[in-house]
């Protein structure tokens, strides 16, 4: 079971919030990623049955939006942006370091499992591009010495546990 009491408990105490159980979609799919890393197709299925939706809008949700994760991914979940402003900033090249430096293409986790690394397309930080996400954390105004100090600072914490 997925939405365990933890889970019920915190969206019944978002309920009275919300205007409709749709509405309270969003937050249970937080949760739900917070626990598990990612939105499984049992996890869908879950959150339309507790929420009494269709799965088809479950899936709708997941899918639109890149925050959710649709399989599982590494312990540090390294998202780039590659919109516009962080492509002219050079997030191509910064997209190229990464893959370089861990051994992967883009879309694709590393084997020890600690490293996701995935394109987006808008992080929302174009004043400060280029921008990279790191599990939940920004890290703005990148350039490929300021990059490599950050996957330095993530080996580092990956190594202390």
Not at 12 to 18: A, G, K, M, S, V
Not at 130 to 137: E, I
Request: glycine fraction near 4%; aromatic fraction near 6%.
């Amino acid at each position: 079971m997925i939405i365990d009491q933890h889970i019920s408990q915190r969206i019944d105490e978002l309920r009275p919030q919300f205007p409709t159980e749709q509405a309270l979609l969003l937050p249970l799919l937080h949760e739900i990623q917070a626990k598990e890393g990612w939105i499984s197709k049992e996890a869908m299925k879950e959150a339309a049955s507790f929420l009494h939706l269709p799965v088809a809008r479950v899936e709708e949700v997941v899918s639109f939006y890149t925050m959710y994760n649709r399989k599982p991914v590494g312990k540090q979940h390294v998202q780039i942006c590659t919109n516009i402003a962080c492509y002219l900033r050079g997030a191509d090249h910064l997209l190229q370091c990464l893959e370089k430096r861990l051994g992967i293409h883009e879309g694709e986790t590393t084997a020890d499992g600690k490293y996701t690394l995935t394109a987006v397309e808008c992080l929302a930080a174009c004043g400060t591009a280029p921008v990279v996400q790191v599990n939940n954390d920004y890290h703005e105004n990148l350039d490929e010495k300021s990059l490599n100090q950050l996957m330095d600072r993530l080996d580092k914490e990956l190594l202390d546990g």
